[in-house]
C-alpha cells in the first residue's frame, strides 16, 4: 500500500511558476514509479510523466514538454513538478500516482493521491 499527498497548488498569473510536492509513503517505495497526471471535469485525463528510483523523468506529452520537470527525492520519499510558463490551459487537478511499471495507461498506476488544484489566470 502506498499513500500519496500532494502540496503547493494554487492560483498563478499566466507566465508563472508553480512546484507541486508529493509525499510518499508506504513500503518498498524504491520499486514504484511516481509521478503525475492532470485532469479539469470534463476534460480527458493526461498523464504528464513519472521517475523511477533512478534516471530522468519520463513520458511528457508535447503541451508541456520543455515547461514541465518531474523530479524525485528519494531520501525525502518524495516527487516534485515544476511547472513554468504556465498557461490558462493549465488548470486542472493534479494528481500524483504510484505504479509498480512504467506505462501511459493512467489504470496502470494503482494509486493516487488526493488531487490539488491549479488555477491560471490569463
Known amino acids: 500500500q502506498v499513500q500519496l499527498v500532494e502540496s503547493g497548488g494554487g492560483l498563478v498569473q499566466a507566465g508563472g511558476s508553480l512546484r507541486l510536492s508529493c509525499a510518499a509513503s508506504g513500503r518498498a517505495l524504491n520499486t514504484y514509479w511516481l509521478g503525475w497526471i492532470r485532469q479539469a471535469p470534463g476534460k480527458e485525463r493526461e498523464f504528464l510523466g513519472v521517475?523511477?528510483?533512478?534516471?530522468?523523468?519520463?513520458g511528457y506529452p508535447d503541451s508541456v514538454l520543455g515547461r514541465f520537470t518531474i523530479s524525485r527525492d528519494n531520501d525525502r520519499n518524495a516527487v516534485y513538478l515544476q511547472m513554468n510558463s504556465l498557461k490558462p490551459e493549465d488548470t486542472d487537478v493534479y494528481y500524483c500516482?504510484?505504479?509498480?511499471?512504467?506505462?501511459?495507461?493512467?489504470?496502470?498506476?494503482?494509486?493516487w493521491g488526493q488531487g490539488t488544484q491549479v488555477t491560471v489566470s490569463s
Open positions: 521517475r523511477g528510483w533512478s534516471g530522468p523523468g519520463i
Open positions: 500516482v504510484a505504479g509498480l511499471v512504467y506505462s501511459k495507461n493512467l489504470d496502470d498506476y494503482e494509486f
